[in-house]
């Protein structure tokens, strides 16, 4: 906010986890599964200020890559729609399939939001450098996917451990990244771009305002 620009910080993890918060709190309501009130108030406070999140990012994201998450936006909140309204009318006296779509619609897009991050962990390898992933966002990556994969585990709820499990996996491999990476400030005249491109800044520009940048699409 102070910069006014997310930079290079991609918004579809935000977007994700608003999906995966929003369908863990649904799935935790009493008329879907049993005993699991603590997903439901984690989970909607997650999704209160995930929205915070995304509302800011829309705010100060380039027009073209606005234009992508807003699209994305309106892509999930009408998945949860969706998933919602078939289990309260389609479902209606049946609690089993009912939890079970739900918990299913929760697991699977739970282990697309904590694999989201792999572009970002792509561009941290073929940059070097570790400027567009922070470090507490992967350490809470690491910690939030180990705790409710241990909850899931203790209330022997496979809906909760399986793609928690996987969240706590691909967590501790953004943490080795970074141990890797961290005092790597990667190539200066290399950048990243929203797009998927580098940047190849050249190093001597021909005047002090007017340097030499050249884009080229990624070889891979």
């Known amino acids: 906010m102070k910069k006014r620009s997310t930079e290079q910080f991609s918004g579809i993890p935000y977007v994700m986890t608003l999906l995966n918060c929003l369908l ?17 108030v984690i989970n909607g406070t997650g999704a209160v200020i ?3 999140y995304v509302l800011i990012f829309l705010i100060f ?37 009912k939890q079970l779509l739900c918990g ?23 940059t ?33 451990y399986i793609p928690n499990g996987f969240g706590s996996l691909l967590g501790a491999m953004q ?14 005249t290399k950048k990243p771009t929203t797009d998927g491109t580098l940047k190849w800044v050249c190093p001597r520009p021909i005047s002090k305002s007017n340097p030499i940048i050249f884009i080229m699409d990624n070889p891979n």
Not at 24 to 40: E, T
Not at 67 to 96: E, Y
Not at 109 to 118: D, E, K, N, R, V
């Open 50 to 52: 995930e929205t915070v």
């Open 61 to 97: 994201a380039p027009k073209k890559e606005k234009a992508k998450i807003l699209r994305l936006l309106l892509c999930i909140l009408a998945i949860f729609s969706t998933i919602a309204l078939v289990s309260v009318f389609a479902f209606h006296g049946k609690p089993k399939k």
């Open 175 to 188: 943490l080795i990244l970074y141990a890797i990476y961290r005092n790597n400030k990667g190539d200066d």
């Open 24 to 40: 863990a709190a649904w799935y935790g309501l009493p008329f879907i599964s049993k005993d699991n009130y603590l997903v439901s």
């Open 104 to 126: 299913f619609a929760a697991t699977i897009f739970s282990i697309i939001m904590y694999a989201s991050p792999l572009s970002v962990m792509r561009m941290v390898i073929k």
């Open 128 to 160: 070097k450098s570790v400027e567009y992933m922070p470090f507490l966002l992967s350490l809470f990556v690491f910690l939030c996917g180990t705790s409710w994969f241990t909850y899931g585990l203790i209330g022997k709820d496979k809906f909760l």
